[in-house]
């Protein structure tokens, strides 16, 4: 690859980020720049705490470091991962390495106040776990169980949060800690983690969230996709064939989540003589060997394989990740999705498709919050706005050292 020369000092360090150990001359050919020029900005990079010699400082005979790399301990983020009846905050270096935990059984119907006092706590405390100042918190990314209006970070009209609708969340936490605070929805940040955990390599996946409702995080390009308002992805009310008699919750009829989310496994298991209330019930009853859930968890892998063969071929990702609870039930809901979506897709999109249930589980979600922060922090146009801080304040410091000799 190789940059115009114009290359500035947040675009150097993109390619710094990767973690692994690059040397000036290897910088030089990537962007053009002479490497006094790169010097110069590994300094400024080195002051800021994102870069660090690689391999730890070489002292002996004076020589300066040859080989420099993405200092992951210099900042922290926090992510935090709201759902229905629980949350977790994980604290993390800009690897996403976990360095603390906590989590809670916490209601986000009880409204914002209550959760967001939690997490407020919950981040002064994993700072306090770890012995590092307040100062080190870079940004909070937090992921909640609705439609979130991204470049705000308001919830919008979301179904099971009374009491959200447009609130202030970046807000609420700022008055606490003045950093950058990242809203997005839960299956989003589900497919942010699982990508870092797991995935890394594959630019173009989706994931689907099975629980109470269904949804699905798409990464195109690499790229996290939210569409012009942050609904894409939004699944669970797509209509499915074969089903138009059946009532959804937002009013329509025939709906995916009507038909193959947990409650509605559980109706149906219940159906069949069976005891169920939840998705994780049916979970549970598969497990234990029960045909009639099988057989109702493998027709609900039909139904969203249905809408998932549409989506293969509308987008072409290389893999399709199932998630949520009830993708606990494993190769029984695999199944019946990979049957409708390799009769229903094209050859082409299918021949390497490789279609699995989440590896990252309960943790892809909290560990995509983090992603969601840290992309943040380390994205090329933050560096660069701290670069120039930098110079600025080393010229305001120059300027009064002239007047004061
Ligand atoms: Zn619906």
């Known amino acids: 690859m190789c940059l115009t020369p114009a290359v500035r000092t947040g675009e150097l360090f993109d390619l710094l980020r990767d973690g692994r150990p690059w040397t000036r001359a290897q910088l030089a050919d990537a962007t053009g720049l002479a490497r006094s020029t790169i010097t110069t900005r590994i300094d400024t990079l080195m002051r800021l705490g994102l870069v660090a010699p690689f391999g730890g400082a070489r002292s002996t005979g004076g020589r300066p470091p040859a080989l420099f790399a993405l200092n992951p301990t210099a900042q922290l983020v926090v992510g ?13 270096d800009l690897n996403g390495s976990i360095l603390g935990e906590v989590d809670a059984q916490l209601a986000v119907a009880d409204g914002p106040g209550p959760v967001l006092t939690w997490v407020v706590e919950s981040v002064r405390d994993l700072l306090a776990g770890s012995e590092r100042p307040i100062g080190d918190l870079a940004a909070i990314g937090i992921g909640l169980p609705g439609p979130v209006e991204h470049s705000t970070g308001r919830p919008i009209n979301p179904p099971i ?31 942010l983690g699982e990508r870092r955990r797991h995935l890394r390599d594959v630019d173009d996946l ?7 409702g269904i949804g699905a995080g798409i990464v195109s390009g690499g790229v996290l996709q939210r569409g012009a308002q942050g609904t894409a992805g ?36 219940r159906a069949l003589g069976e005891q169920a209330e939840t ?5 549970e009853l598969v497990r ?5 859930a099988m057989a109702v968890v493998r027709q609900a892998g039909r139904d969203i394989g249905e809408v998932v063969a549409t989506m293969v071929n509308l987008i072409n990702p290389s893999v399709v990740v199932i998630g949520g609870q009830v993708a606990g039930a494993g190769e029984h809901l695999l199944a019946g999705i990979r049957e409708s979506v390799y009769q229903r ?36 146009e933050v560096v660069e706005a701290a670069s120039e801080a930098l110079a600025a304040a080393d010229a305001a410091a120059e300027a009064g050292l002239q007047r004061s000799l």
């Open 234 to 269: 939004d699944l669970g009310h797509v209509r499915v064939p074969g089903a138009d008699d059946v009532p959804c919750r937002c009013g329509n009829t025939g709906c995916l989540e009507a038909v193959a989310a947990g409650p509605a496994l559980a109706a149906a298991v």
């Open 279 to 283: 998705g994780g019930d049916v979970v």
């Open 345 to 380: 897709s094209l050859p082409l999109a299918t021949e390497h498709l490789r279609i699995v249930t989440s590896r990252a589980g309960g943790e892809a979600a909290v560990l995509g919050a983090s992603a969601l922060a840290i992309e943040h922090v380390l994205s090329p």
């Open 161 to 191: 949060m009374p009491g959200w609708d447009r609130y202030d969340v970046p807000g609420h936490l700022q008055a606490h800690y003045p950093v950058p605070v990242l809203v997005d929805n839960d299956v989003n940040i589900m497919a």
């Open 80 to 92: 935090i991962d709201v759902g229905a009846t629980h949350a977790r905050a994980a604290l993390t």
């Open 288 to 292: 234990a060997g029960s045909q009639p």
């Open 206 to 212: 989706v994931l689907i969230k099975v629980a109470t």
